[in-house]
């Protein structure tokens, strides 16, 4: 496959640059010239392209979401909700040149709440532009939406069907737009359940287990079957009104409700043919609910945004291993109260200043018990409330040295105490610079040159301070009163080369040099040792990423185009139990998506495969070695059809090749140090093929 994206690679290549191929020359009649001016524009001064709806007419697309999934060459990136604060929360997709002011919900969601109709077009901003906040982000996209009067909405429901012959509604969704010339609403609500899906070692997935003993000797097999369901409901709408002299003013509200179910049950036969029942039901629940305003105006050159945002949720779970009378759970309300302030400045043409200023309050109570027997067991740090007060300032210049040569520079200085009250009474303080610059250069047209330097603070997980339990894989983690945030200053460079119009390629590199490493060390206890989040000193991280989207009209198959996100990692520290050097836990050396797209406009159609490729992760214990690897990858194949310009029908097959996984873990009686070899697992399963039908209805 690698041969045949090299040569794939290569022949774009050849052919993007005059003069070095005949058919670049002498294309057939009736290949596709590049796109017109109708579809695409491009501004030489600031490197902004502009695609209009007509760009993406023959792929059908349903919402802005679907828009931007086609934009050449951009790679969707919805953000992090998890991260602390709402600076570093942001995705790389904006509306109306300002990003969602939400972190509840996803921007996956929000992109979807706006129809094709409501769409003006989508401008891809390279390395900056006037009046653009970039997020910190080189390349981001823009969903500019008409200003006519519109009033619109839609419903859809996906029914499913498994190879079991189960069936159930995936899927339903209502949304709802309304715009005038000075206000605006956009709303939806939702139900999602998942009875047949699993990542292949987890819920409903199916398989073979067995067990081994030191001198790898046959202890126990059979089957293995993990049944669970998944449902999930949500609201969410924002309300907006627009003033031509006093600005912009939006309201947001959202509210969720979840609940999981899963049960692990090994049929294990030993070496006497007695079968035994190894089974572990597992269950969860969270609430939770946002509300939050922002007001965005310009007043005598200088644009000034203002943020609040208060969000709270109640998850809790809890799980049992009868084999063992094993039972374990939490309870962890969390919650955050963001304020946040921008004032942005055009100076000059070419010069470009903005100054921010965040304060957060976050917190974690989590509450976690272990029963072994009816017994309860002592964790470390089982019991403790974490609390955060964190505020930030930043700087940043947007710079033109002339059309083709631009600059962002930024500082953000951050300064936190992190609190814990419970099991441990502790408190730590931080402060953290982090300079950031991206160059941008266009070495001719179509191809672009970018250089990053940037040093990066991490997320904690509020959740790492505190004990776990996994009652399936009978292992428990120690929480970390004394984790701190990994640190990395890293270096990027990326080029990216447009071609024919619809085509796009980017090779991009980054290395870090990373400070504090959060991976796993090992806690000791009067009565015990436990693996624990923790830093583990420094190393370096390496990511090679290859991102195109490739049309083959040219190649002379019109309305058909491959589409490649692929990267390549490596890491190197060291291990805190060996001492010797080794990758990050959880790390696949290499993953990515694969996806073959063929529109068909007579048919008003589209036909796709896609692959979800992330082979192999090894995870580093204290008394285990962990390794998964994935033997069939996730593959989809789809058929869209927009029946009537108001219906949609799209037809899924999920898994139709059987996505097969197999877990090895090699389990000590000390410790990987000591390397005393106590016994082995395998478990091999695979997911079943699951047919959606999405019926989508606008009005």
């Known amino acids: 496959m690698l041969a045949c994206l090299a040569a794939t690679v290569a022949l774009v290549g050849f052919a993007s640059f005059p003069g070095k191929a005949i058919a670049q020359e002498n294309p057939p009649e009736d290949a596709v010239t590049l796109a017109d001016d109708a579809e695409t524009v491009t501004d030489a001064d600031t490197g902004v392209t502009s695609y209009v709806p007509a760009f993406f007419l023959e792929s059908n697309p349903a919402n802005a979401r679907d828009m931007v999934g086609r934009l050449p060459g951009f790679i969707f990136n919805g953000g992090n909700a998890s991260t602390r604060g709402f ?148 609201g969410n709408g924002v309300a907006e009104y627009r003033h031509d002299w006093l600005g912009t003013f939006r309201l947001n509200a959202s509210a969720s409700a979840g609940k999981e179910a899963l049960e692990t049950n090994y049929y294990a036969v030993d ?210 009163a004394d984790l701190e945030p990994e640190r990395a200053w890293g270096y990027e460079a990326a080029i990216e080369q447009n071609f024919w119009g619809k085509g796009a390629i980017t090779l991009s590199y980054l290395h870090s040099n990373v400070e504090k490493i959060n991976d796993r060390i090992v806690v000791i206890t009067p009565t015990s040792i436990f693996d624990a989040p923790g830093n583990i000193g420094d190393g370096t991280r390496d990511l090679v990423s290859l991102d195109a989207t490739i049309p083959f009209d040219r190649l002379g198959l019109r309305n058909f185009r491959a589409t490649l996100d692929l990267n390549w990692k490596w890491s190197e520290l060291t291990d805190p139990v060996t001492g010797v050097s080794r990758g990050a836990s959880g790390e696949s050396p290499f993953g990515g998506n694969i996806s073959l797209i063929q529109d068909v406009p007579a048919w008003n159609s589209s036909f796709g495969i896609q692959g979800v490729i992330m ?10 070695l962990r390794q998964e690897q994935t033997l069939v990858p996730r593959n989809v194949i789809y058929w869209s059809w927009q029946a009537r310009p108001d219906f949609q029908l799209r037809l899924t097959a999920e898994n139709p090749l059987r996505r097969e996984r197999v877990r090895n873990r090699t389990l000590f009686t000390t410790s990987r140090a000591v390397a005393d070899f106590s016994g082995s697992e395998t478990l091999r399963t695979a997911s079943y093929p699951v047919f959606r039908l999405l019926l989508r209805k606008t009005f």
């Open 87 to 234: 600076a570093g929360s942001a995705g790389n997709v904006l509306i109306d040149g300002a990003g969602a002011s939400t972190k509840s919900v996803s921007l996956n969601d929000v992109l979807q709440r706006i129809p094709v109709s409501n769409v003006e077009r989508i401008e891809v901003i390279r390395g900056g532009a006037p009046g653009i906040d970039m997020k910190g982000f080189p390349v981001v996209a823009n969903v500019i939406r008409k200003t006519a009067q519109t009033t619109g909405g839609a419903i859809q429901a996906t029914p499913s069907i498994n190879q079991l012959g189960n069936v159930h509604v995936q899927n339903s969704r209502a949304e709802i737009s309304h715009r005038t010339d000075h206000f605006s609403f956009d709303g939806a609500i939702s139900t999602d359940s998942n009875a047949f899906g699993g990542n292949g070692t987890g819920g409903n997935s199916y398989g073979t287990q067995a067990r081994y003993d030191r001198f790898g000797r046959l202890r126990d097999s059979g089957d293995y079957r993990a049944p669970g369901y998944e449902n999930n409901y949500s």
């Open 271 to 480: 070496t006497l043919g007695v079968t035994t029942l190894r089974d572990s039901p597992s269950r969860s629940r969270s609430t939770g609910y946002e509300f939050g305003a922002d007001y965005d105006g310009e007043f005598y050159g200088y644009r000034a945004t203002l943020l609040g945002l208060y969000r709270r949720s109640f998850p809790q779970s809890s799980s049992r291993n009868n084999s063992t009378a094993t039972e374990s759970g939490n309870r962890s309300p969390n919650g955050e109260t963001i304020a946040r302030a921008t004032l942005r400045n055009e100076l000059t043409p070419w010069l470009t200043l903005q100054a921010g200023a965040e304060g957060a309050l976050n917190f974690r109570d989590t509450k976690s018990f272990l029963t072994i027997g009816g017994v309860a067991q002592r964790l470390p740090n089982a019991n403790v409330r974490v609390e955060e007060n964190r505020a930030e300032f930043s700087g940043t210049a947007n710079i033109v040295f002339w059309p083709e040569f631009r600059a962002e520079i930024g500082m953000r200085y951050e300064t936190s105490v992190i609190s814990q009250i419970g099991d441990t009474n502790r408190k730590h303080a931080f402060t953290f610079g982090k300079p950031m610059g991206i160059l941008t250069y266009d070495l001719a047209e179509g191809t672009q040159l970018r250089l990053r330097l940037e040093r990066r603070v991490g997320q904690l997980d509020f959740g790492s301070f505190a004990a776990s339990n996994d009652a399936v894989l009978e292992t428990v983690t120690a929480g970390n």
């Open 615 to 624: 082979p192999r992760t090894t995870t580093y214990l204290l008394h285990e």
